[in-house]
């Protein structure tokens, strides 16, 4: 069995950013950070998001994104330069996919505890991100969503750690087929 490990753990903060003749703001520039960082009940210390009613808040405090979607990535935007964070996750993860992750699965994360909640449906900022606007579709069918994590007790994280699974809902969909329920992906 493949241990399941934080590969980079990844902040941002707000930015002004040109898009369509107007400046947004948005959270989605990611950096990877040394150390342990603090697991909050709403999210990393120092990581912000721009608008709460679609990111962040309690039931999406912590953005989980596979490591093994990056060379995919790599081949279809024609860019080796892609450093982790590049998706706007907070955590870039090894070994823990979207078909073996379930909705109500509950993980140890470093010295926290975490719930996944739900996949991320992307929107417009990520295809801002990207410098493409069709981004937002590419990654709706590539079926590579990543998930969304609640916090249940706060701590620390960091890179190389372990991500233990500590209570396994297999009675509830996985992220992949609530991704693809919604009408994306082709997983």
Known sequence: MMIAKV???NVGELCSVPWNGDEIITGIFKKSVPGQIKL????LDGDTQADLSVHGGPNKAVYAYPSEHYEYWKEKLHSKNI???????N????H?????VHVGDQFRIGSGEVVVTQPRFPCYKLGVRVGDMNMVRKFQASGRSGFYMAVIKE?????GDTIELLREHTTNPTIAQVFTSQGHGSV
């Open 40 to 43: 909050l009940k709403l999210g």
């Open 96 to 100: 823990i996919l979207e078909n073996s």
């Open 91 to 94: 955590l870039t993860t090894k």
């Open 155 to 159: 701590g620390e994280v960091g890179e």
């Open 7 to 9: 590969v980079s753990v």
């Open 83 to 89: 450093s982790w964070g590049y998706f706007g996750e």
